[in-house]
């Protein structure tokens, strides 16, 4: 990245986050991270993330929601960022169906506060957390950045579809390159508490019954964290141009004639739900009792990445096999937990 390179990371305590901070630190970078450290899920998780690096002389942290207008902003002003990275968001599918404001505030107010300061502030790159869950009810395999993208399943969904819709608009009207980022479920040491892998990974440490929705046959394109963080840090560098090719009669909703471009990073090779939890049993050493209930609202049965664009762009397509990255969690787990 270079030490030139002054990066801001929204979400900067959150699982892809912290991981992306110690990454860029290692390479020279000078981080300022922005967190609200919100009790969506356990918060000292979130500040034992932090404390892997928060005492790294090259990093700033601000604790702030992407709500706060005039800190967002006051941020921008102090630190002038060559690079902004935004993680931040209210996360989770069913949760969304819960609580919809809290999505729309981060989501989507809080973008705008990031696409301000940006504008107002000259930055040269902006890269954003997109999500897989923006394919809805394209049934196409796999899921390609260049299908239409119009049928959100649930408002967390919509929420990041409109992100993508902001952040081309500020490309068109003021120039500003934006690479948007579809993450393909996302696994690894550190998670998010109320993902699946962790959620699995305790109930059957503790005898335990868990949830297992689709009756197990649900498929994930389960994308291993260092690896989402191995294409962030390559696409920091490609910094999105015009595609001369681009037609408004055929238009190709994954670039754009303004400086605008989606990726998606997913492990392009999905996994059935049950062999999942086959996995995370021998990892543990224990079978799990398992409560098969039907699909939910929002969720969708399968995800699959077409990774063409990121191969073909900056050389990287995610391979870690899920048997490897998940031995890897379930040790993080026991060692952070105290399990024996």
Known sequence: MGNTQKVLITGAAGFIGSHLAIRLLSEGAEVVGIDNLNDYYDVQLKKDRLARFHDHPNFTFVQASLEDRELVERTFAEHEFDTVINLAAQAGVRYSLENPRAYIDSNVVGFLNILEGCRHHKVKHLIYASSSSVYGANTKMPFSVHQNVDHPLSLYAATKKSNE??????????????????????????????????????????????????????????????????????????????????????????????????????????????????????????????????????????????????????????????EAGIGQFVAWYKDYYGVN
Not at 167 to 189: C, D, E, I, K, M
């Open 165 to 322: 819709l902001m952040a081309h608009t500020y490309s068109n009207l003021f120039g500003l390159p934006t690479t948007g980022l579809r993450f393909f479920t996302v696994y690894g040491p550190w998670g998010r508490p109320d993902m699946a892998l962790f959620l699995f990974t305790k109930a059957i440490l503790e005898g335990k019954p868990i949830k297992v929705f689709n009756n197990g046959e649900m498929k994930r394109d389960f994308t291993f964290v260092d690896d989402i963080v191995e294409g962030i840090a390559r696409l920091t560098h490609k910094i999105p141009e015009p595609d001369p090719q681009w037609s408004g009669d055929a238009p190709d909703p994954g670039t754009s004639y303004a400086p605008y471009k989606i990726y998606n990073i997913g492990n392009n090779s999905p996994v059935q739900l049950s062999y999942f939890i086959e996995t995370i049993e021998k990892a543990v050493g224990k079978t799990a009792i398992k409560e098969l209930l039907p699909l939910q609202d929002g969720d969708v049965p399968a995800t699959f990445a077409n990774v063409d664009d990121l191969m073909r762009d900056v050389d990287f397509k995610p391979a870690t096999p899920i």
